[in-house]
């Protein structure tokens, strides 16, 4: 099962409303694909690759589009944490900055 914390759906909305400015369908196409990218670790949960800046292979990401979708497999579900935009500075955000 897929799991969404809190600012993961929280980064999921602001995403959609930066890109409803232009255009609600280009904005519902892109939560939805990322959506339906995050539905396939049900079954493959090890197809993003280890997070660089976490060392962790537990904590994993998903590029989609100009996005990183972070996620967390664990023994009961896989969670997803963040999404971040790729030009972002993750290095400034630390583990304890995503929520689960």
Do not use: C
Request: proline share 3%; hydrophobic share 40%.
């Amino acid at each position: 099962m897929v799991a969404w914390s809190i600012r993961a759906k929280n980064d999921l909305k602001q995403i959609y409303d930066y890109i409803a400015k232009d255009s609600k369908y280009y904005a519902k196409n892109v939560a939805q694909d990322i959506v339906s990218k995050a539905e396939e670790l049900n079954e493959f949960p090890e197809m993003g690759r280890a997070v660089p800046e976490i060392g962790d292979d537990k904590i994993r990401e998903l590029i989609i589009y100009s996005y990183r979708l972070i996620y967390e497999i664990t023994p009961d579900a896989i969670a997803v944490l963040a999404l971040i935009h790729g030009k972002r500075d993750f290095s400034r955000l630390d583990r304890n900055g995503l929520d689960r």
